[in-house]
């Protein structure tokens, strides 16, 4: 819940924050802009990244919690929702000869999640690419995001991301050649081709909205699941497999303070 309400407190502050962004389009019109606007906004946008893959690394966790050893990969204590995501790819294994009381709510958690997780259409490869930003965002920085700002005929300006990473524009300059015709459809689908079919303000909203759909699928079906496992033994699988992953380090102190 506290990384879901991070990801709303940022998404909202990233909102706020882009309209006082520069472009072109507010000094045609004779608007203001916060000169520091466009880099708190890509703050905003990296702390939203980070805070919901934090949540569905969280789930994992539950998950691993309630169904130990039977989703390939998933260990408690790692945050590998990843594991659940390479699942949900596979097809579900035939329930086995003798059944266990985790099968159903095992049943009913791949279910609920395979059908957001492994989206088709135009919302294919939502989470992959999700998780390539978070991650160049939390290793390189949030400068590293080329944007691309796209007008109406106000001219209102909108701000788009490419959907891969390098992305290198510049590839495609080239000395001018008289001789070479221009091609006028180049523009047009290579930005088709390369950016999500968005603005980033739509696309940060709907990407709230794809993992809270996630985490909803998920928590209800571990909530039913914790009504009928909480008076069993306690879990010593999951207990040695999170105390076998513990780390520790010699570090006490700083010695120039």
């Known amino acids: 819940m506290e990384t879901l309400q991070d990801a709303d407190l940022q998404v909202r502050s990233f909102i706020e924050v882009q309209k006082d962004a520069y472009d072109v389009g507010k000094k045609i019109r004779g608007e203001t802009w916060d000169p520091s606007a466009d880099a708190r906004a890509r703050r905003h946008f990296r702390d939203l990244l980070i805070a919901l893959q934090s949540s569905l690394d969280t789930l994992g966790d539950l998950a691993a919690l309630f ?9 408690l204590g790692r945050a590998q929702f990843v594991s659940i995501e390479k699942w949900l790819k596979m097809p579900l294994p035939p329930t086995r000869a003798i059944a266990t009381p985790y099968d159903k709510p095992l049943q009913l958690f791949y279910e609920g999640l395979r059908p957001i997780v492994c989206s088709t259409n135009s919302e294919r490869d939502w989470l ?4 390539l930003f978070r991650n160049k965002a939390a ?3 949030q400068p590293l995001f080329r944007q691309v700002g796209l007008h109406d ?3 209102r300006f909108y701000t788009f991301i490419p959907r891969q990473w390098p992305y290198i524009w510049e590839r495609h300059i ?3 050649d008289p001789a070479s015709p221009i091609d006028p459809d180049f523009w047009p689908k290579f930005l088709l081709e390369t950016l999500i079919h968005q603005d980033i303000v739509a696309y940060s909203l709907g990407l709230r909205r794809k993992v809270q759909d996630v985490i909803s699928a998920g928590i209800s079906v571990l909530v039913d699941t914790f ?9 010593q699988e999951a207990l040695g497999g999170l105390e076998s992953s513990s780390q520790a380090y010699a570090f ?4 120039n303070t």
Do not use: S
């Open 128 to 131: 992959p690419l999700m998780r």
């Open 227 to 235: 009504g009928f496992v909480e008076g069993f033994a306690t879990n």
């Open 139 to 141: 290793h390189l920085g």
């Open 67 to 75: 169904f130990t050893g039977l989703i390939p990969g998933l260990q």
């Open 174 to 176: 080239k000395p001018h």
């Open 252 to 255: 006490e102190y700083f010695t």
């Open 153 to 155: 005929a106000t001219p």
